[in-house]
């Protein structure tokens, strides 16, 4: 019972982004490698991110995520707007759009179980990363993300506690 709960609170939290949101109908261009694109080891440390950690999450993030959300999680061109399908695109994930709205555990659903259940588009990844390798990744990400919208970020999983 649990876990449709928390898969109906992010279906809630991923309608209330669209609404804001809007995102692109092209599919995504391949890329190239994220692993070259490393957060700041500095950055990392003062946010509590092993850098070691962050970089393993780039390579996972290279290898599985920037296909669709590209090599430095800026996401599709125009991904605001919806395809013809009426689906959404994939989003930045590097702070410019809404991934940091939600807190950690709901990044790491997502991750886990994909969209499909909530009409999107991205696959379910459990099969293919383990919670570590998740973790990775969203420290990956929230490690690169401007100072501002970490801070506002991190209010908003301290809320979620």
Known sequence: ???WLVLLLTGLALMACSKEEKRASSPPAPVASAAAVLPDPAVAR??????????????????????CH?????????????????????????GSAHAW??????LRLTIREGTGRLGGNMPAFRDKLSEGDIEAII???????????????????????
């Not at 003062?46 to 296909?67: K, N, W």
């Not at 009426?86 to 994930?93: A, D």
């Not at 420290?139 to 506690?161: F, K, T």
């Open 101 to 106: 709205h939600h807190p950690r555990a709901i």
């Open 46 to 67: 003062r946010r509590g991110i092993d850098p070691t950690r962050a970089e393993q999450g780039a390579r996972l993030f290279a290898a599985h995520c920037a296909a």
């Open 70 to 94: 590209g090599s430095r999680a800026e996401g599709t061109p125009n991904w605001r707007t919806p395809g013809a399908d009426g689906k959404y695109p994939p989003p930045p994930l590097d």
């Open 1 to 3: 019972m649990k876990g």
């Open 139 to 161: 420290d990956w990400l929230v490690a690169r993300w401007p100072d501002a919208v970490y801070a506002q970020w991190l209010e908003i999983e301290r809320n979620a506690r």
